[in-house]
């Protein structure tokens, strides 16, 4: 393939430019327009179709062009394919319907879709979740009209789409593909969970409301700058290995955010901040460990936010790209993240595929001007944010391990490790309720020591302890993981089986009997008596039952396993 990038400063310019002919069947056309009204959308639209071509169109909020950002520019960027075609389409109306109607658009071979989306007029996300795509990338963005929040236009040579999507479709077998998205705000803070949220409206997090959040942790400088202090501090949900960015376009009286793209109740978020120095070097070095293979072009789509975020400085992070390849795109509002099932909306990102028709391993590795970089991060005021962000980080860490440690603590015994008395009754309430729903059998088995006070006389307390521990680690390595091991009182524990039929529970409790008949510590021997009882739908009831068959297995002799019978 080859591609070739034109970029225009004026409408006349663009007119004035004779274009060869392409065969739209197998020639990819975008058209990234920095003229943003319709009327220059209609003057463009249709000396593009005077000149024959047939293209997929959108306004911008910036151009990208041989990984320079410019503005106010018209940017013609044409790859012509050898092994691979090219299929136009475009749909208007809701959400659910434009989805559904690309997805029947696809092709078994159907390997890339670039797709420009009004994203003020659509709710973006949910379009792509109506995208069935199996084997199709997605890629692309939503129009942008240079920050206005106004009106945005996507077009091909024949109409202007005022509420819609256009998409080109790719069929090949030997088209080769990077696709990845560079964040780098970096998150700090405490873990969150949204705890109310509705599409792209976000209500609350952690029971707070979503302005009040900001508040309450970035303080009121923050929180009453908002919508516009979310580009500095996102909110950037995890999810997994994956950061979806997420800022804020507008807030409401109610104090709930309007978002660019989704978040759903139970997703786990943080704060992030954007930091110059981290965005740029670290962006820089993952674009060279992304990039594989020698690409024949590379199309970046760019959040909006982050061009106003890093000024200037926005070209440090295009150049790599055109050190590489042709480079083209645009900063949109909510670049397009592909993942296996679906796609989503991301903020704040630069995404870029990477496309090549004839696999060659990377030869070329080029290097940014590192030291302009450097001279950069001399700015004083990236220092102290630096560092701010780390120490906020670190001290969360040292909470959340002594958060940890505490929690440990408040659940199991001290001596043993084993789970405490109290854990106990509210691990088992649970199991209960669940094994009601599922229809599961569960045990519980209550055991004892065997003349402990006797081991405690002859040998000391010191041993008396060994015992126990030593009991405590023989059940451990006889039971299942899914299985919960309490120490009741002093030497009685009790022992919760999950999932597990009569047969089962009672072969468990004996093999338990015959490990500790035939183990010893510190040269001692000992052995236990064990009572099983099938769990009832109460906790109390079950304890009883246990107990009285251990009180038979110790009346009836001891060193052996007793049954509950009614
Ligand atoms: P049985 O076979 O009937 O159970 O007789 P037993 O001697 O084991 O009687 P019992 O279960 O009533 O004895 C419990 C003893 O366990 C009494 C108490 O001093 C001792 N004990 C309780 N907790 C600990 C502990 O943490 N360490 C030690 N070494 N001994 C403990
Ligand atoms: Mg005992
Ligand atoms: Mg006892």
Redesign the pocket.
């Known amino acids: 393939m080859k591609t070739t990038n034109f970029a225009f400063d004026s409408i006349e310019s663009l007119q004035r430019h004779n274009f060869k002919k392409y065969d739209p069947k197998t020639t990819l056309i975008q058209v990234f327009s920095g003229f943003i009204k319709e009327d220059e959308i209609e003057q463009i639209k249709n000396i593009l179709n005077e000149k024959g071509l047939k293209f997929i169109g959108t306004t911008t909020a910036g151009e990208i062009y041989e990984g320079k950002s410019i503005e106010k520019s018209i940017v013609v960027s044409i790859s012509e394919f050898e092994k691979s075609s090219v299929k136009y389409v475009y749909f208007e109306g809701s959400e659910e319907e434009i989805g559904k109607n690309l997805s029947l658009e696809f092709t078994p071979n159907s390997k890339l879709c670039i797709l420009f989306i009004n994203g003020l007029e659509l709710k973006g996300e949910n379009v792509l979740i109506n995208i069935k795509k199996d084997n199709v990338l997605i890629t692309g963005g939503a129009a942008g009209d240079y920050g206005n929040i106004e009106r945005t236009f996507i077009f091909n040579e024949n109409k202007i789409i005022k509420k819609g999507l256009i998409a080109a479709i790719i069929d090949s077998n030997d088209l080769h593909i990077i696709n990845d998205y560079e964040l780098n705000w970096e998150p700090f803070g405490k873990l969150m969970e949204v705890t109310k949220a509705k599409d792209n409206v976000l209500y609350e997090i952690d029971g707070i409301n979503a302005k009040e959040i900001y508040r309450k942790y970035l303080g009121p400088n923050v929180a009453d700058a908002l919508p516009y202090s979310a580009t500095e501090f996102p909110l950037i949900k995890i999810d997994g290995e994956d950061y979806i960015c997420r800022t804020v376009a507008n807030v409401n009286e109610d104090g709930s955010l309007g978002l660019i793209g989704n978040l759903y109740d139970g997703d786990k978020v943080k704060f992030a901040v954007g930091n110059l120095e981290m965005i740029i070097s670290k962006t820089d070095e993952d674009i060279k460990n992304a990039v594989k293979f020698d690409p024949q072009a590379i199309f970046i789509y760019s959040c909006a936010a982050r061009k106003s975020f890093l000024g200037e400085q926005v070209s440090f992070e295009l150049k790599p790209f055109a050190d590489m390849a042709p480079t083209c795109g645009f900063f949109t509002y909510g670049e397009i993240l592909d993942k296996k099932e679906n796609s989503y909306i991301l903020n704040n990102t630069l995404t870029f595929i990477a496309l090549s028709e004839d696999y060659q391993p990377l030869k070329t590795k080029t290097y940014t001007e590192k030291k302009a970089i450097k001279n950069m991060l001399k700015d004083k005021c990236m220092f102290i944010i630096d560092a701010m962000i780390h120490l906020s980080n670190e001290y969360i860490k040292e909470l959340e391990t002594t958060n940890q440690k505490l929690l440990q603590a408040a659940i199991t015994d001290p001596?043993t490790g084993a789970y405490n008395r109290r854990y106990f009754y509210e691990i088992s309430q649970k199991f209960i309720s669940f094994a009601q729903r599922e229809f599961l059998d569960e045990y519980l088995i209550m055991l004892?020591?065997?003349?402990?006070?006797?081991i405690?006389d002859t040998y000391g307390?010191d041993i008396?302890?060994e015992v126990?521990k030593h009991l405590v680690n023989t059940v451990k390595s006889s039971i299942r993981s899914s299985d919960v091991l309490a120490r009741f009182g002093?030497?009685?524990f009790v022992i919760f089986l999950n999932n597990i039929s009569r047969e089962n529970a009672l072969k468990i409790a004996e093999k338990i009997r015959k490990n500790i008949q035939n183990s010893s510590v510190e040269g001692v021997k000992y052995t236990i008596?064990l009572g099983v009882a099938k769990v009832t739908g109460d906790i109390e009831t079950t304890i009883k039952h246990a107990d009285l068959a251990l009180y038979e297995a110790?009346n009836s002799g001891?060193n052996r396993v007793v049954e509950y019978k009614d």
């Open positions: 001596l004892d020591i065997d003349n402990f006070k006797k405690n307390h008396g302890d126990i002093g030497e009685e008596s110790k001891k």
